[in-house]
């Protein structure tokens, strides 16, 4: 995975060095605030179906390099676990105005118990209005083993100014109880002001082998970021 994304990094690092030189560096804090019915990351409910509260806060060293934090509250059967933070750093690679590649990086740690901390290194490819995620986690949903996902995603303007997201992942954790299994998720949105409002649905093909956290869920959100 580190050699994959040391090649991506130099091959396409050559292609954007005229793109870059282009680009101001604008060193200032952006971020989000979002309000969630629930957390469902992946498909996988990560709240216990409880509304959960999430924000972000990145420090933009420049048009291709930021660092920052994420939390968000979190609920899980049998365990102490109840907010989880990340510190996050990724490097985007532009190829053109509407195409570009990021390599990110998230340690994740979870309060208080910690049972599901871990890493996760990811390689996000945008072309457009489509998507291409690969991300590999070092200690899925808490078993202490890897796991493998690939989605593809696009996003479609409907309505005049309404925004259909889709996505299809498919997961791989190294589980010998767990098989590899799809999640998917539709969601339909508009901007208003300054808040972005959301209606989505998720679910996963492996329901039953996942101790219930991978039903079909229904989830209202809203947005707004600075």
Request: hydrophobic share 40%.
């Amino acid at each position: 995975m580190r050699r994959y994304i040391s090649f991506i990094i130099i091959l396409m690092g050559l292609n954007s060095a005229a793109l870059a030189a282009e680009n101001t560096p604008t060193f200032k804090m952006t971020g989000d605030v979002s309000l969630l019915s629930q957390y469902v990351e992946y498909g996988l409910n990560q709240s216990d179906g409880s509304p959960a509260l999430q924000g972000s806060f990145w420090f933009n060293f420049g048009p291709q390099f930021r660092m920052g934090l994420w939390g968000s509250n979190t609920n899980f059967k049998n365990s102490d676990d109840h907010f989880n933070l990340r510190a996050n750093a990724d490097i985007k690679i532009d190829f053109s105005q509407e195409s570009n590649a990021v390599i990110m990086y998230s340690y994740s740690t979870y309060y208080k118990e910690g049972a599901r901390n871990g890493n996760i290194l990811g390689l996000h490819l945008n072309f457009g209005t489509y998507r291409v995620t690969l991300d590999n986690l070092s200690n899925w949903e808490g078993t202490k083993k890897r796991s493998m996902r690939i989605g593809f995603g696009k996003v479609t303007t409907v309505f005049t100014d309404w925004k259909w997201d889709n996505e299809a992942g498919y997961n791989t954790p190294d589980v010998d109880s767990i098989s590899s299994y799809f999640d998917l998720r539709t969601a339909l949105g508009f901007q208003w002001r300054a808040i972005f409002f959301e209606g989505a649905v998720t679910g996963t093909s492996a329901a039953g082998d996942l101790d219930g956290t991978g039903e079909i869920y229904f989830i209202l959100s809203a947005k707004t970021g600075f």
